[in-house]
């Protein structure tokens, strides 16, 4: 059973018998410049789920706005190819992988050429809704899954894996909505055939 709930372009699809909520989470946008990350009007629909349990809508604009200010810190495709391949290449790549945690907490996660900040705010955000939800009986986690294929449907998927490889890594905001779905989410990874045991990886969230 799929149900589509909070407008046709909110993003938000409740999947799984209604147990679940599946919301696209855009990772990576292709320029440093570029924020991407929930759909563009998700903000503006509490789920209904969601307001029958009491978020308000002020509640869920401000979880939407948090991670979206978060994702300001997050790293570009082309940012991530410059700094693991340019200009040393493949030996560059290599060190990188061994030596470099860039994803990890860290007291120098703020540079620039370090993705630890947006993973832990990506940590601290999901732990506040949490704070909110589990009362509830429900629970949020942010999911990747690699390959594509094998990630759950969204509303927008088919748009967003359009031209993509097996390589790219499909993000999403999952929102579990009964005590047994709440404790299958909390004991599920967030990666989903990932597998980044590189150093680089160290610390990731999604």
């Avoid at 029958?52 to 978060?70: F, P, T, Y």
């Avoid at 909110?132 to 449907?153: Q, S």
């Avoid at 097996?166 to 905001?173: A, D, M, Q, S």
Wanted: hydrophobic share 35%; aromatic share 10%; net charge neutral.
């Amino acid at each position: 059973l799929t149900k589509i709930i909070c407008g046709e372009s909110s993003g938000i699809n409740a999947e799984y018998g209604g147990n679940r909520i599946n919301i696209d989470f855009e990772k990576h946008g292709c320029c440093p410049w570029e924020i991407v990350g929930l759909p563009d009007d998700c903000e503006r629909y509490v789920p209904q789920e969601l307001a029958s349990r009491g978020i308000s809508q002020s509640q869920w604009e401000e979880w939407c706005d948090d991670l979206m200010k978060n994702q300001k810190k997050a790293p570009s495709i082309s940012g991530c190819l410059c700094l693991f391949c340019f200009p040393g290449l493949f030996v560059q790549c290599i060190l990188c992988a061994m030596l470099c945690p860039i994803s990890g907490n860290h007291p120098l996660k703020f540079l620039p050429c370090c993705y630890g900040d947006w993973h832990h705010g990506l940590d601290k955000w999901q732990q506040k809704v949490n704070k909110v939800l589990n009362p509830l009986d429900m629970h949020a986690k942010l999911k990747t899954y690699k390959p594509h294929g094998n990630a759950p449907k969204t509303l927008n998927k088919s748009t967003r894996v359009a031209g993509k490889d097996e390589n790219y890594e499909f993000g999403i905001w999952v929102i579990a909505l009964n005590a047994e779905e709440n404790r299958k989410l909390m004991m599920e990874p967030w990666c989903n055939g990932v597998n980044d045991g590189c150093t680089w990886g160290f610390g990731r969230f999604i």
